[in-house]
């Protein structure tokens, strides 16, 4: 039972394959420029580091129509409680901090 409640945060923290992050390189292309700057800088900036668990909450991110992705990346509104998960939190705030967010909101 033990063994079941270490293997799944551990599951969560797993470090992406290529394959993994090629096909959320996939599902993040974007309608909105602005949008596609932002997760490209996300990408830049943390790609060696993403988990299992960023790439859950980027995709809840990526179900959103793209103004209100932008709404929340540039700290516009905060996520609803549908979708603030710890997850998308998360990633949210890594998205915030590799875009150069606080510039534009200035």
Do not use: Y
């Not at 959103?64 to 998360?90: F, I, K, Q, W, Y």
């Amino acid at each position: 039972m033990s063994d079941t409640v270490i293997t799944a945060p551990t599951a969560a923290s797993e470090r992406l394959s290529e394959r993994e992050l090629s096909k959320l390189h996939w599902r993040c292309r974007r309608g909105l420029l602005e949008n596609d700057l932002f997760i490209q800088q996300f990408f830049k900036r943390f790609e060696p580091e993403l988990t299992q668990r960023h790439a859950q909450g980027l995709t809840a991110l990526m179900d959103l129509a793209d103004n209100d992705l932008l709404d929340l990346v540039l700290c516009r509104r905060e996520p609803d409680e549908t979708l603030a998960s710890a997850e998308v939190n998360e990633v949210l705030s890594m998205l915030r901090s590799s875009g150069g967010t606080p510039a534009l909101r200035a």
